[in-house]
């Protein structure tokens, strides 16, 4: 079998040096060939790691068989929804996934595989239903402490210094470079859309639209 080992520390105080060891001695005494170790120091999302990323775009072009990590937090700490993302990627590519500090994430047996991934979903899933519920309720709370959500209004302030400057003749143009917010929102305060003052947010430039 032909593997890719990611390795993975956050900071340089760290080092992924005892990983890699560890690992290399894991395949030979699998008798696993080492097709390429994929190793960097960083943290952050998967996304902002360049050495991830080529893992998975090699892995999209099949050069290896698996992917060997030393465990699923040095693979990716997003949560299970994230993890199990991963897994059915992989999947379709046919790359299998081996932790060696987790036996028992393991995908390079189909029946376990196919049971991992289907328990992994369902956590996926109802993650996403507590985080919905979480922030519904977060909502709420901030709702009935009198906040209101959404975009702030206009300053009753500003909308007088536009109606004035209108009336002393000045354009929209030249209205929105005095008070720097957009034409757009100098024309719904003048044509008096209570809707648009309500939802136009604060001090814009006269490049926001």
């Not at 520390?9 to 060939?33: A, H």
């Not at 709420?140 to 003749?169: D, F, N, Y």
């Not at 957009?182 to 008096?192: A, E």
């Amino acid at each position: 079998m032909k593997v890719a080992m990611y390795t993975r520390v956050s900071t340089d105080k760290q080092d992924y040096k005892n990983q890699l060891i560890q690992l290399r001695n894991f395949c030979q005494n699998q008798g696993w060939e080492i097709y390429k170790e994929y190793s960097e120091t960083i943290s952050g999302k998967e996304s902002q790691r360049p050495k991830f990323k080529e893992l998975l775009e090699d892995a999209s072009k099949k050069k290896f068989d698996s992917i060997l990590v030393w465990s699923l937090d040095r693979f990716t700490r997003e949560g299970t929804s994230k993890v199990w993302q991963y897994f059915s990627l992989l999947q379709s590519y046919n790359i299998q996934f081996i932790s060696f500090q987790e036996p028992y994430l393991r995908t390079d047996n189909e029946l376990a595989r196919d049971i991992l991934i289907s328990v992994m979903g369902a956590l996926a899933k109802q993650e996403r239903i507590r985080l919905s519920e979480r922030t519904k309720a977060g909502l709420q709370r901030v709702k009935e402490q009198g906040t209101k959500l959404g975009r702030p209004s206009i300053e009753e302030e500003i909308i007088e210094k536009a109606k004035k400057l209108h009336k002393e003749g000045k354009s929209y143009s030249s209205i929105s470079e005095d008070l720097n917010i957009s034409k757009g929102s100098i024309s719904n305060i003048l044509v008096g859309s209570k809707k648009g003052i309500e939802n136009l947010p604060l001090n814009l430039n006269k490049n926001y639209c």
